[in-house]
């Protein structure tokens, strides 16, 4: 087939679609299509020729025997809040969306796990392992849409990273649809499990282009009994990210450990009115928990240590709701910086915690250099900033001085060590810098891996590496 | 920005989990008409129909997207082009926006028919007969749902002027003048709560000015597509108030007074009346927000179980409070309803889940989209009775309606059940309860001041 026919669906394709599905699971229409054409990612679309909701594993199993039957290219999406373009589609490609998938099937609090459809939205599984007495730390800032299985994909983050790690920490199985539509179970409920590959972490990070994730049992944690939110205020960033070395040092690891530059927490402000100190020249927002004793043990200390670096005020959030009000608050950084322009270009390099503050300052040289507005929040506790161009995506000059600046905070960020992605996955945004990371042999590695699984590059091409 | 914070908080994406029925989705529809990619088509009319106006994704919208500006040019632009156009759907739209809610003299007068079609036992006697089966199925549908018309509207409850009974002896500070909307269904349907507005007003040393007879706002008309006789309307409400001859001009429905406040855009470039529309917005306040404002009087009586242990012997009556998207999200007003509620003696306030969740009424939603209104209807109502409450407390005469029937209807003995399971709850509208609490305090204590102690 060419690639002209490749980009319209054939009507064999769609019917034996339709047919399988409904007619009313798949979608050609241009009005329903056109809002599938993007995702959480800013200036990238592209049209697919078809959105397909299967219901069940077997039906993503032909989905995906159908797609490979017609040489049709299928990007899998959940929410679509992803932030490195991963489940932007292709010309003429199926897009398989699971949002209908989303089931939360089984909370065993004997074995501390929770199975789930791929298309259970993350904030409904924390509350079903809260109602528990449970815990599920991971969250992205945009979980209360994003679906599990997206945060599978893209091995997502979140503000208590710094403590409890990522998606990756807490998936204990997986299945998994390959090309093929072969259906495969990875992983199990035992804490011990060294029987054979583990193809399990292969999965998580993949981004679609070795399978689809229908089913996740994830790990749960025995809820912290107590927890404190503290919000400290600086005059100057080096400061900050000073206090925040200084915690480090002492030995303590928080729970989050969070960072907003004033531009950042002014427009969050305008959004959330919590209460945010507009004239702080930084933020810290930090919250510590476990243990009520440890937990008071640790609030005064790092109160100490952030008047020790010149902290102005350091502020207890009074009661738990309060706390969530802040890190809900946090949560909205991202788009709240879209109030200040209407294109927000978000970052998500991450350097060795040692190298925060040699890194802020290049950032802020970088946006001098170029001439361009930065905005700059992260996860300070483990080194994954969100330097954030604000700029319009109309303005064709200002755009060319933005692909510039986020090559130099790539070549910052290697240079010291550091990484291209902390946590939204490499997509089609970090795709041209991967290859300078990994090195050679490493990059050809993956590429191995791809061809073993996905032959005919069907799954989600062109994401990752060409 | 296109983040998708908004789409869980969107009753039709969650209805549906599509993407077009989102506020993200329509704005890419939207915004691909604006970029040439796309048309306006029906199908493009059909989606902003589909979406209910409700609000809720501004307020998830870190972004600040201005959502109800979009809107409203999108559906102006759908009538504009006419793709949704058919002689049935042209009739109604003329006969309702145009003709029946410009003109409120004639509005009342249908009021007036169909009161005595209700008072008089004909309307009774039509659904026992079973008369009202030879209604079009559509209008059989609507017809249980139409509001029951009070006996007396606003203008033979309320005088164009009041003032405080006792106010020039008491008071030192100088009156506030304020103005009330009285509103159409509001009018007809409520009166009541227009007199209550008025009485607790009174109650807090505001002198009152109701015109008797009042234009419609025009929200119904820039919510669905005719921005032309929203702007006429707009300027016929502000040649009968001046903003500067009051302290406040007062509206107590949310779906009114969130388009209300917006006068100033609606007539940005018309060279008369843009700076007046500009000073309108400033004055319109809501009454929840403006007692509030005012530090509002709290009614003296049995403090609520809430607020201190009660040592009267009458047991408190509960009440939960659902939210008018207009009032919580297109004017950001929650807390303020819920003080005046918490500062009433003898009322328990139950928070009802998902408070802020559409309940389907949305203007003329129940009539063009019938089902998802429905189905709405019945989330809201699990949601209030799971409460236990004997009380609602609603602000917008649509959601007041719909909660009333579908509580009804939720009720109403079965079949299967043939004893009614149990009186549904009152519907009411917080006002009314403070303006009871004013009155009840006034009956205890007859020679008591009215600006309190």
């Known amino acids: ?466 | 920005m296109h983040c998708g914070m908004c789409l869980p908080t969107c009753p039709t994406y969650d209805e549906t989990k599509l993407e077009r029925h989102s506020p993200r989705g329509r704005i890419a529809l939207m915004r691909a008409i604006g970029d040439g990619e796309l048309e306006v088509t029906k199908s493009f009319g059909e989606e902003m129909y589909y979406c209910l106006g409700c609000l809720a994704c501004t307020t998830a919208c870190p972004a600040g997207v201005d959502y109800p500006k979009l809107f409203e040019t999108a559906r102006a632009e759908v009538e504009r082009q006419g793709v949704l156009d058919s002689p049935k759907r042209d009739f109604i739209r003329w006969f309702a926006v145009r003709f029946l809610f410009t003109r409120p003299r004639l509005l009342r007068l249908v009021g007036r028919a169909l009161y005595l079609w209700q008072a008089s036992g004909l309307q009774a006697m039509a659904r026992r007969s079973g008369l009202t089966n030879l209604l079009p199925p559509d209008l059989r549908r609507l017809e249980p749902q139409a509001p029951v018309i009070q006996r007396r509207f606003s203008h033979q409850l309320i005088r164009p002027v009041e003032r405080p009974a006792d106010a020039p002896a008491v008071s030192t500070a100088p009156l506030r003048r304020v103005a009330v909307l009285t509103g159409c269904v509001q009018d007809l349907a409520f009166a009541d709560v227009n007199r209550a507005t008025v009485d607790v007003l009174l109650a807090n040393g505001c002198e009152v000015h109701t015109p008797p007879v009042q234009p419609c706002c025009g929200s119904l008309h820039a919510h669905n597509g005719d921005l032309g006789s929203a702007r006429e309307l707009a300027r016929r409400q502000l040649d009968l108030i001046n903003p500067d001859d009051f302290d406040a001009i007062i509206s107590n429905a949310g779906g009114c007074g969130s388009h209300l406040k917006t006068y100033g855009h609606l007539l940005h470039d018309d060279p008369v009346y843009a700076a007046r529309a500009a000073a309108w917005d400033k004055k319109l306040k809501d009454i929840h927000e403006y007692l509030v404002s005012i530090h509002f009087r709290r009614p003296l009586g049995t403090p609520s179980p809430s607020s201190a242990p009660s040592t009267d012997l009458a047991p408190a009556r509960t009440i939960t409070y659902h939210e008018s998207c207009h009032l919580c999200h297109g004017q950001k007003i929650s807390a303020q309803p819920r003080a005046i509620l918490r500062a009433i003696p003898g009322l328990e306030l139950r928070e009802c889940a998902e408070s802020s969740w559409c309940c389907g009424s949305a203007g003329i939603y129940t009539i063009t989209q019938p089902e998802t209104a429905e189905r709405l209807q019945h989330r809201k109502v699990g949601h209030v009775l799971a409460t236990g409450a004997e009380i609602v407390a609603t602000a917008n005469p649509g959601c007041h309606l719909q909660l009333e029937n579908g509580l009804r209807a939720a009720c109403a003995p079965t079949v299967s059940e043939p004893a009614s399971p149990a009186s549904p709850p009152i519907v009411t509208h917080p006002v009314v309860l403070l303006a009871r609490a004013y009155a009840a305090e006034a009956a205890a204590s007859p020679r008591r001041s009215i600006h309190g102690t």
Request: charged share 20%.
């Open chain 1, 1 to 466: 087939m060419s690639t002209a026919a490749a980009s319209a669906a054939p009507a064999a394709f769609l019917s034996a679609l339709s047919a399988r599905l409904g007619a009313h699971r798949v979608l050609t229409e241009r009005e329903d299509i056109l809002p599938y054409g993007f995702d959480g990612t800013a200036a990238l679309k592209q049209l697919p020729a078809a959105v397909a909701f299967p219901a069940t594993t077997d039906d993503v199993a032909f989905c995906l025997r159908l797609a490979r039957e017609h040489r049709r290219p299928v990007v899998t999406r959940g929410s679509g809040t992803g932030l490195s373009g991963g489940s932007l589609p292709l010309a003429g490609s199926l897009v398989l969306c699971l949002a209908k998938m989303d089931r939360i099937l089984e909370v065993d609090a004997a074995n501390l796990t929770l199975r789930a459809e791929a298309g259970a939205i993350t904030q409904k599984i924390y509350e079903a392992a809260d109602a528990a007495g449970l815990f599920y730390p991971p969250d992205p800032g945009s979980m209360k849409i994003s679906t599990i299985g997206g945060n599978v994909a893209e091995n997502s983050g979140g503000l208590r990273g710094l403590k409890y790690g990522v998606t990756r920490d807490y998936v204990m199985g997986l299945e998994v649809v390959l090309a093929d539509g072969s259906v495969c179970w990875l992983g199990s409920k035992c804490v011990k499990d060294v029987a054979g590959y583990n193809l399990r972490d292969l999965f998580v990070g993949s981004e679609g282009t070795l399978g689809v994730v229908t089913q996740v049992l994830l790990k749960l944690l025995p809820k912290p009994a107590a927890r404190q939110t503290l919000l400290a205020t600086f005059t100057a960033m080096d400061a900050a990210a000073a206090a925040v070395s200084a915690i480090i040092a002492a030995k303590i690891i928080p729970c989050t450990l969070e960072f907003l530059d004033q531009k950042t927490l002014r427009c969050v402000e305008d959004f959330a009115k919590v209460g945010l100190p507009r004239d702080a020249a930084a933020i810290l927002l930090i919250e510590t928990d476990g243990h009520p004793a440890a937990v008071a043990d640790e609030a005064e200390a790092i109160e100490k240590l952030c008047a020790a670096q010149g902290a102005s005020s350091v502020k207890r959030a009074a009661t738990p709701a309060e706390a969530v009000q802040l890190a809900t608050a946090r949560r909205s950084a991202f788009s709240a910086l879209a109030r200040l322009r209407p294109t927000t270009i978000l970052e998500d390099v991450t350097v060795p915690r040692s190298e925060l503050a040699g890194m802020i300052r290049a950032v802020e040289a970088i946006a001098q250099k170029h001439q361009l507005n930065i905005a700059t929040f992260g996860h300070f506790g483990d080194g994954n900033l969100h330097p954030t161009i604000l700029t319009d995506e109309r303005d064709h000059a200002e755009m060319h001085r933005v692909e510039a600046a986020f090559a130099d905070i790539v070549e910052e960020t290697l240079k010291r060590g550091g990484t291209i992605t902390g946590e939204h996955g490499v997509g089609l945004a970090k795709k041209p810098f991967l290859k300078r990371q990994l090195g050679d042999q490493s990059y050809e590695l993956l590429r191995l891996v791809k061809r073993a699984l996905d032959p005919e590059g069907l799954l989600n091409p062109g994401k990752i590496f060409d």
